[in-house]
């Protein structure tokens, strides 16, 4: 949304949008001391700090209440007001009304009063301040020139969408990222301006919706993590990592053992778990896994006395990074709480334990949900995230707090009607370590996806959505078994809602990396699942329970279909350096050349599956050499051939 605000007005309708706020605001400027009110600075923007004749804020406060006005409070006599592109010359009207302007009222409905056109005479004439003047240019691209008509914006943005394989083309199986349906019912109501227009400090007697959203989506993830307490606060998975690990830091600091710094965390983890780690101040000592993949039992017991008396954490993904329900999970919980740390869960693939397990039956003591994962909140390029953390009792006083606004109290109120005995006596919010983001409950007008899909899934639907979500993994491992390697399972051959197939192999015969495999499912109009995590060289696929038996099937169709390609390699009848695989994918441009030099058929490179034929997704652009690019940033406006040269 910010990129297409960007591309539609463009550096001049920026410029233009700037001066348009600074002439209203100058405008309510001169106005306010003309009706003899002091404002602070005479160099202004968009803001003003204004303290009211005769010394009345509370009255200045009230009056634009009664306009439906939120003016900042600051609490020492003086008011606050900011202006943007939406003021407009009613709202100035009305604000002037609000500091006692008798003749300003009035104009929302009709035209300006003179009062106004007066003032918007007086400021017309004044300069900004060299000093403050900017000279150079900005957004040269010509894409911040061409598309300031409404129809030309709409074709930029229709012909980027095409250029997108996404989830209206096919599944996205990128496992640990759990792309699942982001349903057009959950979606609407983000675009309510109950919801959008919302600002995070509006008075608390003015969002008691949202107030009952956020409690009863607390209780619900609570209650689905199996913990005491949730805050809606960070803004992503590795915000929560951060700040559940900030939470334990203090519950040690409480007890008078602020020395302990040491996070245990397995080799298999992603790699936010670390960095959060480092973030929080943390020393990271790495835990060995078995050669299934599993938690090393007897390196976690080594670690976890070594550093007993130091021990802070382990972060631990339950099921692991490798698609496996690790069956010593509760006893890796107990090593670590008997040398006296505490366990941090990972939440990444709760979507493998909703409704029939939970972290907190398991042991652990805090777990970050990402929302956009587990609870549809369409994410990567699709949207922004949020990863609340749910904690167990002991860990709920030191939850995130906030400066302005208290996100407890919130909590304590739905806490007190679900509980007659009250939260106030457990503390909850008594020793918050602070705000991990800049708004009380994080990015709060995503809530509503999640609060939706709960409340339209219910206990049975959610419960039966991760049976399926597991139930079509361990399909397509079946069907895919044979043709690839699983890397990881569990005791009984089963894996989690996710599995790892082996590409290692294929280098040696083939001269076939894990890259040209997912390069070329591209021409089979799929989106690769991820690759190169947990372990280098092989892909880890999620099909979550979004995805109909239908969809299972062509994907592995064309896994399978690429196996038998590799094999032809393998075999000679394909040659080893000119294949359809290393030249993945084929764009539009390469098949329809005059020039055809490949040892294969078009035919085959564009339509290796005859479902193609039906529906084809054309991939927009060729190979790129991704690791040349990575060490050689240019930079790709317009005028490559000055910047070559
Ligand atoms: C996605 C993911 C994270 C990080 O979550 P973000 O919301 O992307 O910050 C952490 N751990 C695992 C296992 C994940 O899959």
Redesign the pocket.
Known sequence: MAGMYGVYHGADGLRAIAERVRLWTQALRAGLIELGHKVAGDLVFDTLRVRPAGGDAESVLEAARAREINLRDFGDGTVGVTLDETTDVGLVGDLLAVFGADNAAGTRAGKPEPLIVDLLAQVQKEDIPSAFVRTSAFMEHPIFRSCQSETEMLRHIFRLQGRDLSLVHATIPLG??TMKLNGTSEMLPVTWPEFAEMHPFAPAEQTEGYRELFGQLETWLAEITGFAAVSLQPN??????FAGLMVIRAHHEARGEGGRDVCLIPAS??G??PASAVIAGMRVVVVKCDEQGNIDIDDLRAKAGKHSDKLAALMV?YPS?HGVFEEAITEVCKIVHESGGQVYM?G??MNAQVGLTNPGRIGADVC?L?L??TFCIP?GGGGP?I?PIGVAQHLAPYLPGHPVVRPFDNLQTMHNSANAQGSQSLGWGSSAIGAISAAPWGSASILPISWVYIALMGAGGLTRATEVAILSANYMAARLKGHYDILYVGEHGTVAHEFIIDCRGFEKRAGVKVEDITKRLMDYSFHAPTMSFPVPGTLMIEPTESEPLQELDRLCDALIAIRCEIREIEEGTLDRDDNPLKNAPHTTEMIATDAWGHPYTRERAAYPIAGLRQDKFWPACARVDNPYGDRNLVCSCPGIEEFAS
């Open positions: 640990s990222c992503a998975g590795s915000q929560g990592e983890a992603h936010t778990n993904t990074t990972d990444a693939n970050h990402n956009h994962k994410h995230g990863g």
